[in-house]
C-alpha cells in the first residue's frame, strides 16, 4: 500500500497535547553523547520524546519535561558503561523523593526483540525501557548511590583488582617463555619469584653468556644483586648446570637456524621490559593498598568485619565498599539475591530441577572475595568447615562446588555483621562459643576431608563418585550437624 495512505500513530508526542498527559515512567537511553528519553502515561502510551546532553542545559530540559505538571514518574535506566552515573546523581539531587531504578541489559534486549524484532534505534531502546514498569516491575532494582567516600573506596578496590590480575598475567606470561626456552633453569630456584629469581631474569636469560663466563661470575653477580638474601654456592651450582644443559640443547640445534646466541639477547630484552612493567604495577598496587586500608579505617573504625575467620585486611575494603549501606536490603534473603550465591532456579509441573548453577547477579568483585575468604575461613570456622565437610563427603561436591555453600554462608556473616555492627562470634556447630585454637582440633577431629575423597571428586566421571560406601546413619549424623551449622551464620 502506498505510504501516503498511512494514518497518523495518536500515540506519538507530535499528536498529544502537551500537559494533557501525566507521565507514569520514563526510559533514558544513555551515550557518550546525546541521550534519548521517552515518557509513557499510566496506560503505557507516548506522552513525549526528546533528547538532551549532560550538560547544566541538558540536564535543565530533562527535569523540565520529566517532571512537569507535579509528576513524579519512575525513571528507568540500564547502567551500561559510566554515562548513567552523572543523570543519576543529578536527578537524585535535585529530586530526592523520585525513584531511580536499572534495569538489566539481558531483559532489556530480550523485550525489545519482542516489540520490533531485529530493529534496534535510540527511540525504541528507550521505548523498551520505559515499558519495563509495566512488563517487569518486581524485577527493578532501586539505583543505589553510595556516598563520596564509599564510592571512593569501591572504584580503588576494583582498580586493585584490575591491577593484581595484571600482574598475575605478567608473571604467566613470563614463566611460560622461561620454561619454553630455557627448560629446568626456573625449578632450581626454591622460590619462583624471590629477589634471586628477578635478578637471573633481569640479565642472566642467555645460557651461552652464564657458561662462558662461568659459574663463579654468576654467583657472584647473584650475591651483588641480592645482599639481603641467603643464597648459596650449592644453589648457584644447579642454576649453573640447568643453563649449562640449555646451552648443550641449543648447540645441538645450532643447524636449524632458529635459537642461538642473538636470539636469547633479543629475548632478554623481552623479558626484562615485562619484568620492570610487572614490578612498576608491584609498586603501585602496593601504593594502593595503603590507600585503600587507610579509607577503610576512617570510614569503619570498629573493624567488625576482619573478626570473621577468613575476612582480612585485603577482603574486608571490598564488602564495605560493595554494600555501602546493609539498610537497603529488607533481609537476608535480599542480600543473597544481590550477592549472586543462590542456586538458578527451573521447575515445571511436578518437575524441578536440582544442583543449578548459581546466579552470578551480584558484583563479581564480591563473589571474588568471598571466595578468598571462604577458603581460608572454611579451616578456622567450625561452622564453614562442616559445611564443606558435607558438601564434599556426604554430597559429593567437588571442591569449587563446595566452596559455592562455604560462600553463601559467609555471606550471610557478612551481612549480619554490617547490618548488626557488631563483631563476630566464634562457634562451634552447636551454637556455643569457642576459642580459635579449639576451633582447630575440632575441624581436625571431624571435618577433616580424607585425601582420597578429594581425588576422587576432582575425576570427571560423576559415576566415579560414590558416597554408598558411608554408613547411612552416619550420613543421616553429619546431615544433622551441619543443618545445625546452616542455621549458625545468623547469630554474630
Not at 564510592?151 to 584490575?162: F, I
Not at 624471590?194 to 652464564?210: D, H
Not at 575440632?442 to 560406601?469: C, F, G, H, Q, S
Request: net charge positive.
Amino acid at each position: 500500500m502506498n505510504g501516503q495512505w498511512a494514518r497518523p500513530n495518536p500515540t506519538e508526542p507530535e499528536f498529544l497535547e502537551e500537559g494533557t498527559k501525566m507521565i507514569y515512567s520514563v526510559g533514558i537511553d544513555l551515550h557518550q553523547g546525546q541521550h534519548r528519553a521517552r515518557c509513557l502515561d499510566d496506560r503505557a502510551q507516548s506522552c513525549d520524546s526528546f533528547s538532551f546532553q549532560t550538560t547544566p542545559q541538558g540536564l535543565a530540559i530533562l527535569e523540565e519535561r520529566v517532571f512537569r505538571d507535579g509528576a513524579n514518574p519512575i525513571i528507568v535506566l540500564e547502567p551500561a558503561g559510566l554515562p548513567w552515573k552523572m543523570v543519576a546523581v543529578y536527578l537524585r539531587s535535585r529530586h530526592p523523593d523520585c525513584r531511580l531504578v536499572k534495569a538489566k541489559t539481558q531483559k532489556v534486549a530480550a523485550l525489545r526483540r519482542y516489540l520490533r524484532g531485529p530493529v534496534k534505534s535510540d527511540r525504541l531502546d528507550a521505548l523498551t525501557l520505559a515499558k519495563m514498569p509495566f512488563i517487569d516491575p518486581e524485577k527493578l532494582v532501586d539505583i543505589y548511590l553510595p556516598p563520596a567516600k564509599i564510592h571512593a573506596l569501591q572504584r580503588l578496590t576494583r582498580q586493585r583488582k584490575r591491577m593484581e590480575s595484571a600482574i598475575s598475567g605478567r608473571k604467566i606470561r613470563i614463566s611460560a617463555i622461561v620454561d619454553g626456552y630455557l627448560p629446568g633453569v626456573r625449578r632450581t630456584f626454591s622460590d619462583a619469584w624471590s629477589l634471586p629469581v628477578r635478578a637471573f631474569l633481569r640479565s642472566r636469560l642467555n645460557p651461552y653468556a652464564v657458561v662462558r663466563e662461568g659459574e663463579g661470575a654468576l654467583h657472584a653477580y647473584l650475591i651483588k644483586a641480592c645482599p639481603r638474601s641467603r643464597w648459596s654456592r650449592a644453589e648457584t651450582h644447579l642454576v649453573f648446570l640447568a643453563c649449562h644443559s640449555v646451552a648443550d640443547v641449543c648447540e645441538l640445534s645450532r643447524s636449524a637456524g632458529t635459537v642461538n646466541e642473538e636470539f636469547f639477547a633479543d629475548l632478554q630484552d623481552e623479558i626484562a621490559r615485562e619484568l620492570r612493567l610487572m614490578e612498576s604495577e608491584e609498586a603501585e598496587s602496593e601504593a594502593l593498598a595503603r590507600r585503600i586500608t587507610e579509607l577503610y579505617r576512617e570510614l569503619y573504625s570498629s573493624d567488625n568485619l576482619t573478626s570473621i575467620p577468613g575476612v582480612g585486611e585485603h577482603t574486608a575494603p571490598i564488602f564495605l565498599s560493595a554494600v555501602g549501606d546493609p539498610a537497603r536490603f529488607h533481609n537476608q534473603s535480599a542480600f543473597a539475591n544481590w550477592e549472586g550465591i543462590v542456586p538458578g532456579a527451573r521447575q515445571s509441573s511436578d518437575m524441578e530441577a536440582k544442583g543449578l548453577r548459581m546466579t552470578k547477579a551480584g558484583p563479581s568483585i564480591v563473589r571474588m572475595g568471598l571466595y578468598q575468604a571462604g577458603d581460608v575461613g572454611r579451616r578456622t570456622d567450625p561452622q564453614l568447615a562442616a559445611v564443606y565437610y558435607r558438601e564434599m563427603v556426604y554430597h559429593g561436591k567437588n571442591h569449587r562446588q563446595a566452596m559455592g555453600a562455604v560462600m553463601s554462608h559467609l555471606g550471610a556473616r557478612v551481612f549480619a555483621v554490617l547490618k548488626q555492627s557488631r563483631p563476630y562470634e566464634l562457634r562451634d556447630t552447636d551454637g556455643n562459643p569457642i576459642s580459635k585454637d579449639d576451633a582447630r582440633i575440632l575441624i581436625l577431629e571431624k571435618y577433616r576431608v580424607p585425601e582420597d575423597i578429594r581425588r576422587e571428586r576432582r575425576r570427571r566421571n560423576p559415576k566415579a563418585r560414590n558416597t554408598a560406601a558411608v554408613p547411612r546413619k552416619e550420613r543421616e549424623m553429619a546431615t544433622y550437624r551441619t543443618n545445625e551449622a546452616a542455621r549458625a551464620p545468623q547469630s554474630v
